[in-house]
């Protein structure tokens, strides 16, 4: 039975971005979970699983898309989480990104924010992360220990989520003007111990201390987003074994799955109401992109290096510029995983660059047709379908090197 949040509690998170439960789980939950991060950090199935644990000052990362332990992932569809996950979101929700961080003593704190303006705290929304390039997500972090001062204590900055605001680039997307470190309030302890639930905001600023302490420093910091509010950077893949650890009803948690490589990435670039498609070897049109050079569709930031080899692929053939894209959809065949982006020019520079008898622009009348010719691959055309009709809450995504550079 799933947990709901009092009135007291739903204004807490509005007026602070986060709200934190005591005492949520029993100590049973907590030493199965436990035993599961340390299971998987002792047999280095893990982030720096090559430093032998317990190595003094380091962070060691589980990632749950690689994991197939039920005494760790039953975490993530427990209904202490679940139920406040999807009250706070304003509706169904899935899995992101789910992460255990364990750090051995010594290991240092938190770092700065991308951006620059603060050397320890930071926001997590990022338009260059699969998890943090979602409008509308959050953390649900459980300690594992008390994150005392000596252990390191999580600090947050309460109102911070206020100063970072969305703003429409169109009707489709939109974009954040994220806060700076000087807008924010001082970060404060949020004196979290064993066994509690936290809460924290897409747009709260926050910052973990360095392990001072002898033991080691660890918990959960999942990441969950409405279900209609996909990363602009485009999901993370879980594995079919982590799907399949999961029960058949927390199976919704995580709709992206797949074992297959990353293999290509296309773009719909869209301007007054038309696509722009590019010849293919078979005497048809598709949707110009490029081939991936990725091998793990699981490991981290995948999707943003995807970005950033599609944006170098349409300057090199095409001719344009792309300063943004934002997730579409995925279509799987032996291959690989096919991703699929959009870019709105409302300016009309990618007309104003692409010309010749590799290329045609065609509007919503014109798809059936080619559909019906066996001219257009049917797949472009659902994704083509999907940008034009589906309303989602869309973000743009954008590739490291892109973001730091506006940093």
């Not at 992460?99 to 997590?124: E, F």
């Not at 083509?384 to 973001?403: D, F, L, M, N, Y």
């Amino acid at each position: 039975m799933s947990t709901s949040l009092t009135d007291e509690q739903k204004q807490a998170w509005a007026d602070d971005g986060y709200l934190i439960i005591r005492d949520t789980f029993s100590k049973a939950e907590l030493d199965r979970v436990a035993g599961g991060v340390l299971r998987a950090v002792k047999s280095g199935n893990c982030l720096n699983g090559n430093k032998p644990y317990p190595t003094p000052a380091t962070m060691y990362t589980v990632e749950g898309q690689y994991q197939d332990d039920p005494d760790l992932l039953f975490i993530a569809e427990h209904p202490a989480v679940l139920g406040p996950v999807e009250e706070l979101l304003g509706g169904p929700a899935c899995l992101s990104a789910f992460i255990s961080y364990l750090k051995t003593p010594g290991a240092r704190g938190t770092g700065g924010d991308y951006q620059g303006s603060h050397p320890t705290g930071h926001c997590d929304y990022k338009t260059y992360q699969q998890a943090g390039s979602s409008l509308n997500w959050l953390f649900a972090i459980i300690p594992l220990v008390d994150l005392d001062e000596e252990t390191g204590p999580l600090l947050l900055s309460p109102g911070s989520h206020k100063k970072s605001r969305i703003v429409p680039v169109n009707e489709r997307v939109s974009r954040v003007e994220r806060a700076n470190a000087s807008d924010i309030a001082p970060l404060v302890d949020a004196k979290l111990r064993r066994g509690d639930l936290a809460f924290m905001s897409m747009f709260t600023w926050h910052e973990g201390r360095a392990n001072g302490s002898d033991h080691d420093r660890f918990g959960i910091y999942n990441k969950y987003r409405a279900l209609d509010a996909p990363p602009a950077c485009g999901p993370q893949l879980f594995s079919e074994r982590s799907y399949d650890t999961l029960s058949e009803e927390g199976k919704r948690l995580m709709p992206h799955h797949s074992d297959l490589p990353l293999a290509e990435a296309r773009l719909i670039v869209e301007h007054d109401g038309t696509v722009l498609l590019s010849a293919d070897d078979h005497n048809g049109w598709r949707l110009p992109g490029a081939p991936a050079s990725i091998d793990s569709p699981t490991g981290q930031s995948v999707t943003s290096l995807l970005i950033e080899q599609l944006e170098v692929e349409l300057l090199d053939s095409v001719g344009v510029e792309i300063p943004w894209m934002t997730f579409v959809a995925d279509y799987s065949d032996s291959n690989g995983v096919r991703r699929v982006f959009a870019y709105s020019d409302d300016e009309g520079a990618s007309e104003e660059a692409v010309s010749g008898q590799g290329f045609r622009w065609v509007d919503n009348s014109g798809i059936s047709p080619l559909i019906e010719a066996e001219e257009l691959d049917r797949e472009d055309a659902d994704a083509i379908r999907r940008w034009w009709e589906e309303r989602c809450v869309r973000g743009t995504g954008e590739s490291p090197t892109r973001a730091k550079q506006r940093a």
